[in-house]
């Protein structure tokens, strides 16, 4: 270890005449597992290569010089604090916090209070910043002085291509083919255990396991009892022949979950002073380790995220022409992503921060840049690789393996090419989808319009019963979602704090950030 270059890896270490190789996950090499022995190899040789694809992070230290680097969605986050002589790394911000100030910066704290994250390369501490996904860090100790550099390898930006509609679903389908034969390869016969819900992208794993008759797979869901999406899973699971589980949430158990050291011991591994932790599979995984209902080598596929890189995020309003401008993408960001807390309440210094660093984003890139795909860039920078793929850390923290195919990069670089108006409402996720269903298990998901004036007219026909019905039934919702929410996970909380914080408040992670930052920071 250089005395300019101080680091503390949890994960995997390799060492070589002064040289390190510090890394989490694996990489792929075309169908082949990569060896990071001979990437090891490589860069003791001078020869620095990122790998294309596949759930990893690496630094190499090699004297005064050091180069880290993340995969394409920060599936394993790499921290940093640099002064005038040197660098302190680690895969986990708060070690890096025993070496710094513990100073908290106020617009990263008001960003992460309306998302649950903080924005671009920040940390919630001032003195400690975070690789972006798809990013690398150069630096060298030269003359006294530490100089680095960060570069993006990869951003998520659309190109869109002509394209056949004839075409795709055959390609479509041999592409999943593939990147399922790797996770099988990966697998090597262990449980592949997937949280399967009614949404399409657990489907989608399932069904290509069960095409390549992969045999070794238990299926679970979670939620109040009778739920909605927890009968469809037990359905699909059924048809398909696989184990299946189903945990029961209730108010009172998550009440007592919360009062665990199991609990604070999760918020305190999983925020890394830039996420939320994900709580919404952390009981469940919970109780399949402690009643030892799934092996210890398992491995959890999570759908994370399909129905994000096949355009189910992009607002259809930017199809017309006349919403290309700054002032609708922000309000669409803001509207989006920072909504934890009720917006048009928060102070203006509070606004002011988030406004900041949306505008900040939009200024960094092309001003050519089609508005939806600017949309989908910052999604995919912020929302996905800090809170929904972050939601792994609930893995990682049982000890458990997991794995994202739908994060393959060949599968993220096919939705780069569609045009957005295949890309609104899923459109053509479906169709591809439904093209190639044998075993029919997405007959009975409709396909969405992605017509505005469709949406309209709906919306026109309304009476004036409907609509006051529409009111009460939402006036109700409003009250009584915190005994009969399908999670059950308000029971965290007394009905009286939520009755006087609701008017505020979005959802359970409005509640949860709160809770976070006051015993946090």
Not at 2 to 12: T, V
Not at 277 to 286: F, G, K
Request: charged share 25%; glycine share 4%.
């Amino acid at each position: 270890m250089s005395n300019n270059i101080i680091w503390h890896w949890a994960g995997s270490i390799l060492k070589k005449d002064g040289k390190v190789l510090l890394y989490n996950g694996f990489f792929w090499e075309g169908n082949a597992i990569g060896n990071f022995n001979n990437l090891f190899k490589e860069f003791l040789h001078s020869k620095i290569r990122i790998p294309q694809n596949g759930q990893f992070s690496f630094v190499f230290i090699n004297k005064d010089k050091v180069f880290a680097c993340t995969d394409i969605v920060r599936s394993y986050p790499v921290f940093y604090s640099v002064n005038k002589t040197g660098i302190f790394l680690s895969d986990n911000a708060r070690i890096l916090e025993k070496y710094v100030d513990k100073s908290y910066g106020q617009n990263a704290i008001n960003e992460f209070r309306y998302s649950g994250f903080t924005s671009g390369n920040k940390t919630l501490n001032v003195n400690i910043k975070q690789l972006l996904p798809g990013c690398i860090l150069e630096g060298v100790y030269n003359q006294g002085i530490f100089e680095y550099s960060t570069t993006s390898y990869f951003k998520y930006i659309t190109y869109p291509e002509s394209v056949s509609i004839t075409h795709l679903p055959n390609k479509h389908n041999r592409l999943l083919k593939q990147i399922f034969k790797r996770l099988i390869s990966y697998a090597n016969g262990k449980t592949l255990l997937i949280p399967l819900s009614g949404g399409i992208d657990s489907r989608l794993i399932v069904s290509e396991l069960k095409k390549l008759n992969y045999k070794n797979v238990i299926c679970y869901s979670y939620g109040k009892k009778g739920n909605l999406e927890s009968i469809k899973s037990q359905e699909i699971a059924k048809k398909l022949g696989y184990i299946w589980h189903f945990i029961e949430y209730s108010n009172k158990k998550w009440r007592n979950f919360k009062k665990s050291n199991v609990f604070k011991q999760y918020f305190q591994f999983a925020d890394n002073l830039s996420s939320l932790p994900h709580i919404q599979d952390l009981l469940a995984v919970y109780e399949l380790k402690k009643n030892k209902i799934i092996p210890d080598d398992s491995i959890i596929i999570p759908g994370h995220t399909g129905d994000f890189i096949s355009g189910g995020h992009v607002p259809q309003e930017f199809i017309n022409p006349k919403n290309q401008n700054i002032e609708f993408l922000s309000k669409k960001i803001i509207g989006k992503h920072f909504r934890l807390l009720n917006f048009k309440n928060s102070s203006t210094k509070e606004q002011l921060a988030v406004k900041t660093c949306v505008t900040e984003f939009i200024q960094y890139h092309p001003e050519k840049m089609d508005h939806a795909f600017l949309m989908e860039l910052f999604d995919w920078q912020e929302r996905q690789s800090k809170f929904i793929v972050n939601s792994v850390r609930a893995y990682d923290f049982f000890k458990y393996s997991w794995y994202l195919p739908l994060w393959d990069r060949e599968l993220v670089d096919f939705w780069l090419k569609i045009p957005l108006t295949l890309k609104v409402k899923k459109t053509l996720y479906l169709i591809l989808l439904k093209k190639h269903d044998e075993i029919k298990l997405f007959e009975d998901i409709p396909y969405a319009s992605s017509s505005l004036s469709e949406s309209v007219k709906k919306t026109n026909i309304l009476d004036l019963k409907q609509l006051v019905k529409s009111k009460i039934n939402s006036l109700k919702k409003k009250y009584i979602v915190y005994f009969n929410d399908k999670m059950g996970w308000y029971g965290i909380y007394d009905y009286l704090t939520f009755l006087r914080k609701r008017n505020n408040y979005q959802n359970i992670n409005s509640f949860l950030v709160e809770t976070y930052l006051k015993k946090n920071l």
